[in-house]
């Protein structure tokens, strides 16, 4: 299948998690019939490798369908975001042989997506550590047994906790020469469970649950990527590329879902005191929907050309966190934009708008933040000079 059809796909998939968000949004509940929807349109495989079974997709196609998906529902598209990032590491690790996933493991991972909605995510933030994009190392330990390793810690903002079929666990080993690494979990293993903690503002379908760790045991065929922890945890720069672009994609989408509503609203109310005309008709009204386009525009012709560019191997250093910074400034943007022209209207809960903004603000909580993103720029630029 070629990438304009799935993003196709994903568009018209949109309309149907449109419908099913607000009630989401309202019960928090884990949206398990978005995700069986997604497995019918043949979607949670796009980043799989086309010799394992998948569709192969590159960044550019992911990060299409994932903002298309979006404007539907972001919640439903974030979770699936990780998905993607997941898989697309195992197929990198796979294509250049290094070892970082065991072919074993692998191999269980893919078959297990390609029958059904068999969600991967990891699980990396801690009460006390916070996230470790800022430095540190999790409390979270792998104590090594017999077969494999027993984990035990505590973490939160599991994003798609209960619906994950592996939760990938960052955690340090116990070792004399302690080691720093994930470790991939099925979800409902003995000595693990999810602890419902999310009552978010917005995406508040992420259902980003805390998990419970009390030694539970996983083979040693699922430890990834073990290296030194005294070196701290290192982001491989592909990984990164995925994270920005995708996790940008997803709040951009929800403010277009923003801007979507507004123009119909902006094309249908005519306040009395215009004579029948429509509120779409007031230059004023044009120039602040104007600046909204504008906005949206940029970042996507901005993520865009990122993708295309790390697909084809020529991105610059830098621009994908260069990207998610303008996508995320941009996004709040052009929702708070949004309710100034809406007014009270905007603010009703009978309206989906509340909502887009609710979902849109969420964007500013990703690590790293657009503060520390603008500072190491201000930093490497000054080295320059």
């Known amino acids: 299948m070629q990438a304009p059809e799935l993003v196709a796909r994903a568009a018209a998939l949109a309309v149907q998690l ?12 884990p949206p398990a019939r978005q995700f069986a929807l997604l497995h019918e349109a043949d979607l949670l495989r796009l980043t799989i490798a086309k010799e394992a079974g ?41 294509q250049a042989g290094s070892g970082e996933w065991s072919a074993a493991l692998a ?17 990396q933030v801690e009460p006390e550590l916070g996230s470790p994009s800022h430095g540190g190392l999790p409390a979270t330990r792998a104590r090594r047994v017999q077969g494999g390793w027993q984990l035990s810690g505590h973490k939160i903002y599991v994003t798609g906790g209960p619906l994950l079929a ?5 955690a340090v080993t116990d070792e004399n020469k302690p080691r ?40 040693d065929h699922h430890a990834v990527g073990l290296r030194p922890a005294a070196d701290g945890l290192q982001r491989e720069a592909h990984g990164i590329a995925w994270y920005f672009s995708l996790v940008a994609s997803v709040y951009d989408g929800a403010a ?7 123009a119909e609203f902006l094309n249908h109310r005519r306040p009395s005191a215009l004579g029948g005309a429509s509120l779409a008709s007031l230059p004023t009204v044009q120039e602040k929907f104007g600046e909204i386009e504008v906005l949206l525009q940029a970042s996507d012709c901005l993520l865009d050309s990122h993708a295309r560019a790390y697909d084809a ?46 979902n849109v603000l ?24």
């Open 256 to 262: 277009r879902a923003a801007r979507d509503w507004l």
């Open 313 to 358: 191997g020529s991105a610059p250093d830098g621009l994908a966190a260069v990207a998610k910074h303008v996508a995320v400034e941009n996004a709040v943007r052009a929702a708070t934009l949004a309710l100034e022209l809406a007014g009270n209207h905007g603010l009703a809960r009978r309206n989906p708008l509340e909502r887009h903004l609710r």
């Open 18 to 29: 449109a419908a099913l968000a607000g009630a989401h949004d309202s019960s928090g509940a």
């Open 180 to 219: 720093l690494g994930s470790f991939v979990l099925p979800r409902g293993t003995p000595g693990s469970r999810l602890v419902e903690t999310w009552d978010p503002m917005g995406m508040r379908a992420t259902v980003s649950q805390d998990l419970l760790l009390e030694e539970a045991w996983v083979p």
């Open 107 to 123: 191999t269980e991972l893919i078959a297990a997506s390609l029958q059904g909605p068999a969600l991967l995510n990891a699980a």
């Open 54 to 94: 998948g569709h192969g997709a590159g960044l550019a196609t992911a990060r299409a369908v994932v903002g298309a998906l979006a404007q539907g529902d972001p919640a439903v598209a974030l979770i699936l975001s990780m998905h993607y990032s997941m898989h697309a590491a195992i197929a990198r690790s796979q």
């Open 166 to 170: 592996w939760i990938s666990v960052l």
């Open 362 to 385: 969420c964007s500013q909580i990703h690590s790293p933040p657009n503060n520390l993103i603008r500072s190491n720029a201000g930093r490497a630029g000054l080295q320059r000079r």
